[in-house]
Structures are given as structure tokens and as C-alpha cells.
């Protein structure tokens, strides 16, 4: 089976399977398209799989024309039928792995998907998971799933690995193409193999560990460390703040060490399908060891409660004004979770506009990259446009996204009072009506 697959693999003929056509798993079908193998993509929805199929793109960080030309030559489709699963050789599962109402792991997409490719699995076939999850899931929750669904035997008739997805959406310098991968398999056949896939498509690196679980808690470690490193950050400011000291001047004077130092910046929490999610999944498997995870655990409740801390400076702005934030009016400045995406998953502005609204504030916003969502199964639409009258007819601007392409001077100009909670209006030299995070 090794050489058998290495060999198509030299030669192209490995047909590729996508599984989950998001954020993830679209990027990844047009890059194994574009590399020269026959790509089909496979999602339950039906919106998703008919604007693949008609070559329309809804993903930033794919190229339109890219994947048009794709489809037009035959190279990339897409599919909710899994029986075609029969016809792949290489499987990616690049399925949403969130938290369920308790904080807990949300496993029922892997779950799911693994039993749909159970039932169609043929030999000779490679199966990797890229989605986030906890140590151990490759091993105990997918492989069991597919040698009883398919009557295979993983190392013998199939392979099985492990490979975490690294998606940072809007990165200008780093996309799925150039990004180092990392590849963990069950045996080191499977790993050889799998990398060489994987090889045969990206210019980044790929990096092999000795197990599908290294490669789960990497993924976990790169993560916990941005959100231990945040959760540090938020906890000055808060601090700083009572102190009257500027976070962001203390920063900017830290980064100038050349050595041992890594800025992060504060902000109102923490967005994205990662960073916020994935050190509860570390938690939680740590519980089956007796273990308690107490400095992660930490920085997640400093990181969670930032939305409801800026609404609390928020409400402490407006009372100099003699004003409430009872019945007065906020417009909230973006709703992505980062700036210049249209990507909203997990954002804190999202949480923060509701902890507005608990106060009895009216809250309106403004986002040119959202221009509607939903959130709680209730749906918001966006203002049209950033205008004087709209930011006039505000009692408080409230900065929650860090766009580029907003006219930060026009809203300095004409707001009463700005709260900015990522220092995006640092350069601007008018200060009287802004406050800082």
C-alpha cells in the first residue's frame, strides 16, 4: 500500500476528497486542485456545494478566478452525496469543531462525517483529520469509527493521520499554500505517506511528529499560548488603567528588547475558531487525568469577561456626559473578530453588543467587511453607510474592530465621545473625545 500510493502520488493520480467546504476546507480543495489532483469537495450544505459547482467563491482567502478556472476544467466539485467517497484516495476532514451550551467539546461533526466516510472507505484510501481537537481523537474516536464502518484495518488497509489545520484568515503573507504543516500518523507508514501527499501540494514545510496526539496537542499548544499571552495582557490593562498608565506606551516600550519579548495587544476578548476554543478542549481532557489546567483556565476567564469590563468603561465614559447607558445610543464600529475579514465566528463584539443591550442601551453598528449577522438566532444588519450624521447621532462611538478601511479621522471629528478598545486611532493627533482601552 506504501509504495502504491507514494507512486500515484509522484504521478498524480491521487483523487482528493474534502470534507466541510468553510473557512478551512475550500482553501485547502483549491490548493490540491491547483497542484494537479482531481478535487472533490463535500459539504451537507446545499448553498455551499452549488456556488462551488457554478465556480462563485465565498471564502476571502481563495481566489476567485482561481476557482472558477478550477471548476471550468474539471479539476475541483463539489458534492453532498458521500458515496463518492469511493472515488477518493485522500481524505480531509475539515469539519467545525465548537463548544457545546456547557464549554465542553462539540465532537458531532467528526463524528458524523468519520461514519459517512466509514460506509464508502475503500483500500488503499488516506484519511486525515485537520480540525481542531483534544489529544487523542485521531486514535480514539476516529479510527474505531472507521474500521467498524468500513471492515478495514488502519495501517493495513487504510491510513490515518492527524494534521492541523493553520487558517489565519486576512494573513496578507501567509496562506494554506506557504504554511508549515505539521503531520502526525498512526504508524510510520501512514505519517511518510501522508506527508508526501501534503508535500506534493504546499510550499511551506512539512514538519513529521511521531503520533496523530503530537500533532493534536501542538495544535492546542500554538493556540493556549496566544490566549495565555492575551488573557496576560488584558489583565494589565485593566490593571494599567486603574494605575493611569497607557498599556499600549508600555507595550510599544517592551517590543524595543530584541530579545525574550513578544508583543500582544489588549482588546475587548477573543475571536476566531481557535484561539477562543481550543484551551477548553485541553481542560477538559485534562479532568481525565485528575488534572486541572489552572493557568489556562485563568487567562480564559480574564479573556472572557473583557466584553463586559468594556462596557463597564463604556458606561463610565457616558457618565461624565451626565448620561446613562440606559437609553443612550452606541454605535459599535465592527464586528469581525480581526480586521479587514468578513469573518465573525466567536467575535467579542458580538458579546459586547449584547452586554450593551442589558443596560437598555440602544446599539446600532457599523461594519464595511459584516454586513449582516446573526448571533443567538437573532440577525442584525449593518448601517448603510459611516456617515457625520450617523456618528453625530451617537452618544458613544465604540471601536470593537480594527478596520482599514474606516475614516477614523471623520469619526474623531464628529463623535461626542469615542471609546477605542484597539488603539486603531493612535496616529490621530485631536485626542480630547477619545479614550483609550
Known amino acids: 500500500m506504501k509504495q502504491l500510493l507514494l507512486d500515484k502520488i509522484a504521478k498524480k493520480e491521487i483523487v482528493v476528497g474534502v470534507i466541510g467546504l468553510g473557512y478551512v476546507g475550500l482553501p485547502l480543495a483549491v490548493e490540491k486542485a491547483k497542484a494537479g489532483f482531481k478535487t472533490i469537495g463535500f459539504d451537507e450544505q446545499p448553498h455551499k456545494v452549488k456556488m462551488v459547482n457554478e465556480g462563485h467563491n465565498y471564502i476571502g482567502d481563495v481566489v476567485d478566478k482561481d476557482l472558477k478556472r478550477l471548476v471550468e476544467e474539471g479539476m475541483l466539485s463539489a458534492t453532498s452525496d458521500f458515496s463518492f467517497i469511493r472515488d477518493v ?33 475503500t483500500k488503499n484510501t488516506m484519511v486525515v483529520l485537520e480540525s481542531t481537537t483534544y489529544p487523542g481523537t485521531t486514535e480514539e474516536l476516529v479510527k474505531p469509527i472507521l474500521e467498524e464502518g468500513s471492515g478495514l484495518k488502519c495501517g493495513e488497509d487504510f491510513y490515518l493521520g492527524f494534521s492541523p489545520e493553520r487558517v489565519d484568515p486576512g494573513n496578507l503573507i501567509y496562506k494554506t499554500k506557504n504554511t508549515p504543516k505539521v503531520i502526525g500518523g498512526v504508524g510510520k507508514d501512514a505519517t511518510e505517506v501522508i506527508a508526501a501527499m501534503y508535500r506534493a501540494v504546499l ?132 464586528v469581525a473578530y480581526k480586521q479587514d475579514i468578513d469573518d465573525y465566528r466567536e467575535s467579542p463584539a458580538l458579546r459586547v453588543i449584547e452586554e450593551l443591550e442589558k443596560t437598555g442601551a440602544d446599539v446600532i453598528y457599523y461594519d464595511p467587511w459584516v454586513r449582516q449577522y446573526r448571533f443567538k438566532g437573532q440577525e442584525r444588519v449593518s448601517e448603510p453607510e459611516l456617515t457625520a450624521e450617523l456618528i453625530e447621532s451617537a452618544d458613544l462611538v465604540m471601536i470593537t474592530a480594527a478596520h482599514t478601511n474606516v475614516d477614523y479621522k471623520l469619526v474623531q471629528r464628529h463623535a461626542k465621545a469615542v471609546f477605542d478598545t484597539k488603539n486603531v486611532m493612535k496616529n490621530i493627533e485631536n485626542r480630547e473625545n477619545i479614550e483609550v482601552l
Open 89 to 121: 484516495d485522500f481524505i480531509a476532514i475539515c469539519v467545525p469543531t465548537p463548544l457545546d451550551i456547557h464549554q465542553e467539546p462539540d465532537l458531532s461533526c467528526v463524528r458524523n462525517s468519520t461514519r459517512d466516510i466509514a460506509k464508502y472507505l
Open 203 to 334: 510550499e511551506g514545510d512539512v514538519k513529521e511528529v511521531s503520533s496523530p496526539a503530537i500533532a493534536e496537542m501542538e495544535k492546542i499548544l500554538e493556540n493556549t499560548y496566544r490566549n495565555i499571552n492575551i488573557g496576560l495582557i488584558n489583565e494589565l490593562a485593566i490593571l494599567c488603567n486603574e494605575m493611569g498608565i497607557s498599556i499600549w506606551e508600555v507595550i510599544d516600550a517592551a517590543s524595543t528588547k530584541p530579545y525574550g519579548f513578544q508583543p500582544f495587544y489588549p482588546g475587548p476578548g477573543l475571536g476566531g475558531h481557535c484561539i477562543p476554543l481550543d484551551p477548553y478542549y485541553l481542560s477538559w481532557k485534562a479532568r481525565e487525568y485528575g488534572f486541572h489546567t489552572s493557568m489556562i483556565e485563568s487567562s480564559m476567564m480574564i479573556n472572557d469577561k473583557m466584553p463586559a469590563y468594556c462596557v463597564e468603561r463604556a458606561g463610565k465614559i457616558l457618565n461624565r456626559f451626565r448620561k446613562s447607558l440606559n437609553g443612550s445610543r452606541v454605535l459599535v464600529l465592527g
